[in-house]
Structures are given as structure tokens and as C-alpha cells.
């Protein structure tokens, strides 16, 4: 029987007794935030559910009054590099459009 037995590790609570969850208190939040800046789950956190919609409000609170970035200034900057690539195609779609307008039209008054 002692054969089947697992060690059961009790995990700690992410958030103890004693920790006030305020937009304020930035190294509890912190820790709730992924690296772009998304808030993670509750399965992932391992919160109850009063527990995730108080962190949840208390991180949008902070992002309002500029405490925490919306999302990552790393990936803010790739994601302007991948933009500036499909505007020059968007730029180019246009042109096409444009001087096929143009010669129908020249094509209209000509008749």
C-alpha cells in the first residue's frame, strides 16, 4: 500500500492573509502580470475567485493612473516594425488602384 503513496507538497497561497491588494501595492501585482503585460489566469495563479477580480481591478486601476504599462514597450516596438511592412504593401494596393482609375477615366473623356 505504501507502494502507491505520493508526497504531497502543499503549495503556498500566492496571496497571504496579510496582503492588502491595492492598485498601490506594485510588487503584488506585479507578480500577477505576464511579461507583455497581460493579466494571467486564475488557474495559472492559483487564486480564488474574489481573490482574481480584486487583482484584476486593482491592475486596471494602476494602468489608468499610468502605475503599470497597458502592454510591453518591447513588444509595442516589433509590432511597429510588422505595421511599417504591410502599410508599404497597403501603399502599393492604392497606387494600382489609383493609376487604374486614372486611365479609366482619361479613357471616359477621350470618348
Known amino acids: ?17 496579510g496582503d492588502r491588494i491595492d492598485y498601490r501595492n506594485m510588487s503584488l501585482i506585479s507578480r500577477f502580470i505576464s511579461e507583455q503585460g497581460k493579466i ?10 474574489k481573490q482574481q477580480r480584486l487583482i ?6 494602476a494602468r489608468i493612473l499610468s502605475s503599470l504599462p497597458f502592454i510591453n514597450n518591447e513588444k509595442r516596438f516589433e509590432r511597429r516594425e510588422s505595421t511599417a511592412r504591410t502599410r508599404t504593401r497597403n501603399e502599393k494596393r492604392f497606387e494600382r488602384r489609383e493609376s487604374t482609375a486614372r486611365t ?6 477621350n470618348k
Do not use: E, G, H, W
Request: hydrophobic share 35%; no cysteine.
Open 1 to 17: 500500500m505504501d507502494k502507491y503513496k505520493r508526497s504531497f507538497r502543499r503549495r503556498l497561497p500566492p496571496i497571504q492573509s
Open 40 to 49: 494571467l489566469s486564475r488557474r495559472v495563479n492559483r487564486l480564488t475567485l
Open 56 to 61: 484584476t481591478i486593482a491592475i486596471k486601476q
Open 104 to 109: 479609366t477615366a482619361l479613357r471616359t473623356r
